[in-house]
C-alpha cells in the first residue's frame, strides 16, 4: 500500500525588518507525517534555515504566506535529496511498525489473566 504523507509548518522565525521588509521568514519549523492507511504512521519533524537576501525580489509579507507557499519554500529549502530521505526514514518507521526488529513480551511468571 502507498504511504499518504502530510506536510505541516508548525512556526515560522523571523527577522522584524530587513531594509524594509517586514517580519523576514529565516526558519521553517516542519513536520512530515507519514500514513499507510493501515494503521501505521511515521514521522519526522526538524527545523530548515532559509538565507537572508536583502534584495530578494519576491518577498511575501508574513500575513500573506500560505501554508502551501511555506511548505514549497521548506521542501526546496531542504533539497530534493533530503525530501526523498525523510520519505525514506518514514518508509522505514512504518516497516519497523509492521515487521518490528524488537518486541517486549509479557513476562512468563506473571499472571496477565484478571482474577475470577
Known amino acids: 500500500m502507498t504511504t499518504t504523507v502530510k506536510w505541516t509548518i508548525s512556526a515560522l522565525d523571523c527577522i522584524p525588518d530587513v531594509n524594509g521588509m517586514l517580519d523576514y521568514v529565516v526558519c521553517s519549523h516542519w513536520r512530515c507525517n ?5 494503521g501505521h504512521t511515521g514521522s519526522c519533524y526538524s ?11 519576491n518577498f511575501v509579507p508574513f500575513n500573506e504566506i500560505t501554508d ?24 522505514a518507521q512504518i516497516d519497523e511498525a509492521k515487521n518490528p526488529s524488537q518486541i517486549t513480551p509479557p513476562l ?3 499472571d496477565t489473566q484478571l482474577p475470577a
Do not use: H, M, R
Open 34 to 38: 507519514g500514513d499507510d492507511g493501515e
Open 108 to 110: 512468563p511468571w506473571i
Open 47 to 57: 527545523t530548515v534555515s532559509f538565507n537572508v537576501d536583502p534584495d530578494k525580489p
Open 68 to 91: 502551501a507557499q511555506a511548505i514549497q519554500w521548506t521542501q526546496d529549502a531542504l533539497g530534493e535529496e533530503q525530501v526523498a530521505a525523510i520519505y525514506a526514514s518514514i518508509d
